[in-house]
Each structure stands twice: as structure tokens, then as C-alpha cells.
């Protein structure tokens, strides 16, 4: 008989979150240098690549400048992301944001040198 009683209060605990700590995913990161008038992942020789996050999922954007004498930035103006320029090679900033919850490719450029910093940033 008790149990029957406590049941539905259980549950009723459970259901509000009563007990049960929430635990928040780490950010992926991603390693973005700037360099030759190109973006690169790091450990990917491919310039301007397109970065894959899921629907949702935290990121830290870690941008690096490698190139003497230019500034660079990240931005991604369909999603009102954006990083602070960097004026000196050597120098980084990081963006933290949340990817979008519906599918879909936005493009990600360099606003200083969007005619070649550019490519896709893609949400599955």
C-alpha cells in the first residue's frame, strides 16, 4: 500500500527535476588560424573548411592571427556571431556560441578579406 503512495510522488519528483543534476555538454572546439589570406582547422591543410557542428551543440571558436602586417576576424552575419579583429600576427580571440537548432550551412568569413576568407559553416 505505501509503495503505491510514494510511486506517484516519485515520479512526480523526477518529472520536476527534483534530485537529478543537469549536466551541460563541453563546448566542441575548434582551432581557426588565419593565414595567407585563408582560414584554417587545425590539422586540415584545406583553406577556408567547411565546419560541421550539430543542431544545438555549445562551440568555442578559438581564432588565431598568423599573418604580419593584416588584421582578420570571424563572422558569421546570418547568425549575428562575430569575433573581435585581430591586429597582430600571434594574437587570438575566442567566440562561444550556440549552434543553430535546425539544419542548414551559413557562410563564415574574414569581414576585412571576404572576397577569398570564406567558407561554410554547416549545422546537421
Known amino acids: ?71 582578420h576576424d570571424f563572422a558569421v552575419e546570418s547568425l549575428d556571431l562575430a569575433t573581435e579583429a585581430l591586429l597582430q600576427a600571434g594574437t587570438s580571440t575566442t567566440l562561444e556560441f550556440e549552434a543553430p537548432g535546425q539544419p542548414g550551412e551559413s557562410e563564415y568569413v574574414c569581414t576585412f578579406h571576404d572576397v577569398k576568407m570564406r567558407g561554410i559553416l554547416r549545422v546537421e
Open 1 to 71: 500500500m505505501k509503495i503505491r503512495l510514494l510511486l506517484p510522488l516519485f515520479l512526480l519528483a523526477l518529472a520536476c527535476g527534483v534530485g537529478i543534476t543537469a549536466r551541460r555538454a563541453e563546448p566542441r572546439a575548434l582551432h581557426l588560424t588565419a593565414r595567407d589570406m585563408a582560414f584554417y582547422l587545425d590539422g586540415d591543410p584545406t583553406p577556408n573548411p567547411t565546419l560541421v557542428v550539430r543542431r544545438g551543440e555549445p562551440v568555442r571558436l578559438t581564432l588565431t592571427n598568423r599573418d604580419r602586417g593584416m588584421r
